[in-house]
């Protein structure tokens, strides 16, 4: 029984909840509905919202391309207006040309010539009229120019060596040597000369021991190997022990010094003149010019000069300054070497204008400075200086210029031989020193080089008396004890 009243209550549960259900089926399903009418309705109202926004858009392109279509045709119109004036206008020049072809036949008619012969009748009458008057003109207006031009480059000139007023120095052939008393004369002397004989020969230079009390004298037409001895001397006579090896070490130690003097000696110059740029090994050339004299005019120094007219110059004509300066400073570069390299000086600094990249504006007035026709204004600029510097009232001396030619080819003479290591001529050109090497002349061809070095020079130099011609071969053996 129990079991059977169970079975009821559940089958009651069941149909209740079963009831209950399909109750909430019911108001799902209606609010679905309910839902889907609201939605279809919001996307109606969606739909006829574009609709109208796309037919008020319709309407308005409608509007335009009718605007549109009124202008294109109103253009058209006017495009077709233009048409026909420019037709109009080309009828009427037709016309134009008719009536100037129709007066110019009757003109021609009546003159009885062709246009061209009344045009050359005209300019004939004309030219006969007016050819007096414009070749006094003409002249007239050439006096004038070639005067005034005249007077502007006297007071360019006179103005750029009146702001130039440097001193030149006149260079000689000796140097002195102070002594702190004549009891060092000897000392330099040496045992049967052999300290002076070192001296003159690693150095190149003629010492002169005399009575001048406290003074020797070093002669030499080359100033870097009167220079060297100088030093040298100064040195040994400083350190008080003279001999051979001690005059080797100082003669090194001079030779140095100088190389350090010579490259300041560059830099100065530079200084002075605002340049710079230059390679250090170009520097050092251009401090060899210190050491270096042309007509008796220290080389540097004209140089320098050079560059400070050449400045003044440039400025005065608009040309560029720091050009004018190089191409003055290196126009004589090549005599800083000539010595040592075959050419002329201008072509030897060319030469090394190119070895050292420099701009062709620099190198033309270094190589074209004594020509006739130089290149480009600079060049120009560089002539004149270097004439300005030339010129001055005892600038130069063509006796110590052609002395110094002399000695200078008096040396190439002896070098030229095989064999010969070094040549020095001293005495004033009087006497010509000779250093052979042992390994390549022996004693006999010692005497052959004096011989053959004299003959050379009696045919190929024009000299007065006599040239002693001194040939020394000295071998020397060195060993190490360890």
Do not use: C, W
């Amino acid at each position: 029984m129990q079991a059977t009243s169970k079975m009821k209550g559940a089958e009651t549960k069941a149909e209740k909840i079963i009831a209950e259900a399909k109750t909430k089926q019911s108001e799902v399903l209606l609010e679905a509905q309910t839902k889907a009418l609201s939605i279809i309705e919001e996307a109606k109202k969606e739909d006829n919202r574009r609709r109208s926004e796309i037919s008020e858009l319709q309407s308005r392109l409608e509007k335009r391309e009718t605007v549109f279509s009124q202008k294109l045709l109103e253009l058209q119109d006017k495009q077709q207006q233009l048409y026909d004036k420019v037709n109009k206008v080309e009828e009427i020049k037709e016309k134009i040309k008719e009536i100037k072809e129709e007066q110019l036949s009757k003109l021609e008619k009546i003159a009885q010539m062709t246009k061209e012969e009344a045009k050359t009748v005209l300019f004939n009458n004309v030219e006969s009229e007016v050819k007096e008057d414009l070749l006094n003109r003409i002249n007239k207006l050439e006096k004038e120019s070639n005067e005034s031009l005249e007077e502007k480059s006297r007071d360019l000139l006179a103005g750029t060596m009146q702001r130039l007023a440097s001193t030149y120095t006149a260079e000689i052939t000796t140097t002195s040597v102070e002594l702190p008393s004549d009891e060092m004369k000897g000392r330099i002397i040496g045992r049967e000369g052999r300290n002076i004989k070192v001296i003159e020969q690693l150095t190149g230079t003629e010492i002169i021991v005399d009575d001048t009390p406290n003074v020797i004298t070093v002669s030499g037409f080359s100033s870097i190997r009167r220079h060297i001895a100088k030093r040298a001397l100064d040195k040994l006579i400083l350190d008080g022990r003279i001999h051979p090896t001690k005059i080797e070490d100082a003669i090194e130690q001079a030779k140095k010094e100088l190389a350090v003097d010579i490259k300041k000696a560059g830099e100065e110059a530079m200084y002075e003149l605002g340049i710079t740029g230059f390679d250090p090994k170009l520097v050092q050339i251009i401090g060899r010019l210190k050491y270096r004299t042309s007509y008796g005019q220290n080389a540097l120094r004209h140089s320098v000069e050079v560059a400070h007219l050449s400045g003044m110059l440039a400025e005065e004509l608009g040309a560029d300054v720091s050009l004018a300066k190089k191409g003055g400073l290196l126009h004589d570069i090549g005599k800083a070497v000539d010595h040592e390299v075959q050419g002329t000086h201008p072509e030897i600094g060319a030469n090394i204008g190119k070895k050292f990249g420099l701009s062709e504006d620099i190198i033309a007035p270094i190589e074209t400075h004594h020509d006739d026709r130089p290149k480009g204004l600079i060049s120009i600029i560089v002539k004149v200086a270097d004439a300005i510097s030339a010129a001055r009232p005892g600038a130069r001396h063509d006796s110590f210029e052609q002395y110094i030619y002399r000695l200078e080819e008096l040396e190439k003479i002896a070098t030229s031989f095989d064999g010969v290591d070094k040549a020095y001529a001293i005495q004033a050109g009087r006497e010509i020193r000779v250093f052979v090497e042992a390994e390549k002349v022996d004693d006999l061809g010692s005497r052959n080089v004096a011989k053959e070095i004299a003959l050379k020079i009696e045919q190929e130099l024009k000299y007065p008396g006599e040239i002693k011609v001194s040939v020394i071969r000295e071998m020397r053996v060195i060993e190490y004890a360890r």
